[in-house]
């Protein structure tokens, strides 16, 4: 059975950092596209970062710099280390997989975690 499991969510200042994992089970890890996501409240769920099997990983504008994806495949874990924390990251987090080779849209992934909230306070 697929199961995504996020962890290191939590409160902190303006400034500050987190480092987001998520576990995954059931699957070939290595083989799949992996993304973190994002929804804060009233807003669109929002891609991340995202890591491809054999590419550069791709960031939103709004976490260049900041955030870097990364994963370790013997491991099967991924990994979000969040830097210069701003209010505006507060949000659910998730983390999803995905089979296809290049993933469009949130719908293009098969599996979701059931998310870690991350609260930046000003």
């Known amino acids: 059975q697929v199961r995504l499991v996020e962890s290191g969510g939590g409160s902190v200042q303006a400034g500050g950092s987190l480092r987001l994992s998520c576990a995954a089970f059931?699957?070939?890890?290595?083989?799949?596209?992996m993304a973190w996501f994002r929804r804060a409240p009233g807003k669109e769920l929002e891609a991340v970062a995202i890591?491809?099997?054999?590419?550069?990983?791709a960031y939103a504008d709004s976490v260049k710099g900041r955030f870097t994806i990364s994963r370790d495949n013997a491991q099967r874990i991924l990994y979000l280390p969040m830097n210069s924390l701003k209010p505006e990251d507060t949000a659910m987090y998730y983390c999803?997989?995905?089979?296809?080779?290049?993933?469009?849209?949130?719908?293009?992934?098969?599996?979701w975690g059931q998310g870690t909230q991350v609260t930046v306070s000003s």
């Open positions: 999803a997989a995905t089979s296809n080779y290049r993933p469009r849209r949130p719908s293009d992934y098969a599996y």
């Open positions: 059931g699957y070939t890890f290595s083989s799949y596209t």
């Open positions: 890591t491809y099997r054999d590419e550069i990983p």
